[in-house]
């Protein structure tokens, strides 16, 4: 069956609303086929510049927005014994590279999560996949001086 595409906001940082997205997308379309986490935020800096809140905001991105979503989804697509999850990651999650100790951590983080997800989700014939794609351009986000917002890149 085709549906009408559906546009539905959803700040990966913000965990506590991601359940409700989920369940939402569940509502209006019964079930998920593919799911494809790609939401990041990077950050460059020095490991002693970068706030440790700032660290936070970054694994929540990278790591905990993707799992959260991931396992309010995960029910459906177990009870219907089929789906396919990707995770679009980064060459960061396998290798550290200078300035970017956040950034790796997260994505090293994901790619331990869904490699774990991956195995135990073969019994219920769900596909796990991780691509881990080389430097992209992405769109950097332009704030104050003196606001540590101004570094990160989304």
């Known amino acids: 069956q ?6 539905i906001l959803l700040d990966i940082t913000d ?17 998920v086929d593919v799911l494809i986490n790609n939401a990041s935020m990077k950050v460059k800096g020095a490991v ?3 706030s440790l809140e700032l660290d936070k905001k970054i694994m929540d991105a990278n790591y905990f927005g993707p799992i ?14 089929t789906g396919q999850i990707v995770l679009i990651n980064s060459i960061q999650g396998k290798i550290g590279i200078p300035f970017r ?5 997260s994505k090293h983080a994901a790619v331990g999560f869904f490699d774990c997800l991956r195995a135990e989700m073969e019994e219920f014939d769900i596909s796990v996949s991780t691509v881990n794609p080389t430097f992209i351009c992405s769109y950097h986000r332009q ?5 540590w917002e101004a570094s990160i890149w989304k």
Do not use: H, W
């Open 2 to 7: 085709t549906y009408a595409p559906k546009l």
């Open 15 to 31: 965990i506590s609303c991601i359940r409700d997205v989920a369940k939402e997308i569940l509502n209006c379309y019964g079930c």
């Open 48 to 50: 002693q510049s970068i």
């Open 68 to 81: 959260t979503l991931t396992k309010a989804i995960l029910p459906n697509m177990i009870s219907r014994r």
């Open 101 to 105: 100790a956040a950034y790796a951590a």
């Open 143 to 147: 704030a104050a001086p003196g606001n």
